[in-house]
């Protein structure tokens, strides 16, 4: 049985800001299923603390580099048995506001220091430098946040194998050289081959340099990533290690995103109750203030309103649409750059029978939105593998997406051809132009016309299966590898 620590800066449904909760969340108990000891790390942040089942203290920690006197708390994951530490520090953690920022957007002014801590004490647990009598023999770390955690195990001559995934290359944790000092974090680890990154200390490095072995969550992705255009000044890196560079595909978990047995839904369905799907859309349509009406097709969204996501593309086709008088509505869930909240709310007060728009976070309407709208849109300028688009396809409701990372892995484009041979699972076009937006969403439209060729698609989308199983089985067999090659 495989020990392995997983240190993550969020996990569903202790706390969530976006996908990387949702793996966090989903992938331990999918590892633990496979008889893999997994554990998982976390910060104590309040509403961890106020989610998490009767935490209790089981070890004392003293970490000279940052000052800081933490408790290591254990719980469970809620509605698994996968055994969480929380990192209770309260002046790094414990604040109103999300993990990353303030309430009005700003990272918080010490999150250097605070991801820090959180990486030094998973790089303590990970060398069996605490009195805790469990090591693991790997360290998975995720994103920035934890990144350092393989520089600072490389360090140590006996050591557990480090594996880094990149869930998003655009968040790197970059901070000043200054911060490298006084982090106190060991000189070996600045130089250009290290942390350093154009005199700037970078977070990301850590992982990117130091870990055994990277991954990414979409194969696409880990192609994209090493070259300049979606490289974020770090291809060169990632080329350098692209025999240590894989791609593993997120999955899909059954027990929250299942249109069967969601009970955020007015009526459940399946493949063989596929109609039933259309009193979620009348609900919806009824609870978003747009006129309930089966015929006309409803375009869903739900995401973080940042560049990454295409949301300005939406905003211009969405003009577009309404100035061609095509039939659709439009309902929207999310937060994020204020420019495109105030022009989303703009097109909601101008276009109300068309445009209905929440701005915010609703994990419940996000449900609703997935099992009432007909099409999703996932226009992304990148998308390492996104999740929402896997969601749709299991809830039948037919994505439109930029064929890049993870959306080109995981829709098939509803071609003459593929049509026909029944493979076709949404819509895809190339180019991040309002334009191709229009002409795809144009393609979606007329095909919506034809109910039964519609029906046909969603269906083909819900049969596909992205289980975490299946993502499970290749973590482990390279968990096994890297195990295999220490001893
Ligand atoms: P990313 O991680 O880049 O934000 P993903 O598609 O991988 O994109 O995952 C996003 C996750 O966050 C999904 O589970 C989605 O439903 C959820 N989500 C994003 N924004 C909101 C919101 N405003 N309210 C509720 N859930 C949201
Ligand atoms: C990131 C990516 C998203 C991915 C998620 C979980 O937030 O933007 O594409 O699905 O992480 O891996």
Not at 84 to 109: C, I, K, M
Not at 281 to 296: F, M, T, Y
């Amino acid at each position: 049985m495989h020990k392995i620590l997983f240190p993550v800066s969020e996990a569903y449904p202790l706390i969530k800001t976006g996908g990387l909760a949702d793996v966090a969340g989903s992938l331990p108990p999918a590892l633990k299923a496979q008889h893999c000891d997994v554990r998982l790390l976390l910060p104590a942040y309040q509403q961890v603390l106020d989610r998490a089942e009767s935490p209790k203290k089981i070890l004392e920690i003293y970490v000279p580099e940052s000052n800081a006197h933490v408790r290591l708390l254990e719980t469970v994951l809620p509605g698994t048995d996968v055994t969480t530490w929380l990192v209770d520090h309260p002046e790094s953690f414990q604040r109103p506001g999300n993990p990353y920022h303030d309430d009005n957007g700003r990272d918080w002014p010490d999150n250097a220091s605070r991801f820090a801590l959180l990486s030094r004490v998973a790089a303590m647990l990970g060398l069996g430098s605490t009195n805790l009598s469990w090591q693991p023999e790997v360290v998975h770390c995720h994103d920035w946040q934890t990144a350092l955690v393989p520089a600072l195990i490389s360090l140590a001559s006996r050591r557990p194998a480090t594996v880094f995934t990149i869930h998003n290359l655009a968040y790197q944790g970059t901070f000043s050289a200054e911060t490298f000092e006084t982090l106190h974090l060991p000189g070996k680890l600045w130089s250009p081959e290290g942390l350093e990154f154009y005199g700037y200390l970078s977070f990301i490095k850590g992982g990117l340099a130091y870990a055994d072995h990277i991954t990414t969550v979409s194969p696409t992705y880990a192609k994209e990533i090493q070259t300049p255009e979606f490289g974020n000044g770090l291809d060169g890196l990632l080329r350098h290690r692209s025999t240590q560079l894989t791609g593993i595909l997120n999955g899909v978990d059954d027990s929250v995103w299942n249109p069967a047995t969601d009970d955020n839904l007015v009526a459940n369905y399946d493949a063989s109750r596929f109609p039933e799907k259309q009193k979620n859309k009348l609900a919806l349509q009824r609870e978003v203030n747009l006129p309930a009406n089966p015929d006309v097709p409803l375009l869903g969204l739900v995401g973080r309103l940042v560049s990454q996501k295409g949301i300005d593309l939406v905003i211009g086709a969405l003009r577009q649409l309404v100035q061609m008088q095509l039939p659709f509505q439009f309902v929207s869930l999310g937060a994020g750059a204020q420019e495109y909240e105030h022009a989303l709310a703009e097109l909601m007060l101008k276009y109300p029978q068309h445009i209905s728009v929440m701005i915010g976070y609703d994990e419940a309407h996000a449900h609703r939105i997935e099992a009432g709208a007909d099409m999703f849109l996932m226009p992304s300028r990148f998308e390492p593998c996104g999740l929402n688009q896997l969601y749709s396809l299991r809830y039948g409701t037919v994505p439109v997406v930029r064929g890049v990372g993870g959306l080109a892995d995981t829709v098939i484009d509803a071609s003459t051809a593929s049509l026909a041979d029944k493979s076709a699972t949404g819509f895809v076009f190339a180019e991040a132009t309002v334009s191709a937006l229009v002409e795809t969403l144009k393609r979606a439209l007329d095909l919506y016309q034809d109910q039964a060729a519609w029906q046909r698609l969603a269906l083909a989308g819900m049969a596909k299966n992205y289980s975490w199983r299946t993502s499970a089985e290749q973590y482990l067999h390279l968990y096994g590898t890297l195990i295999g090659t220490r001893t």
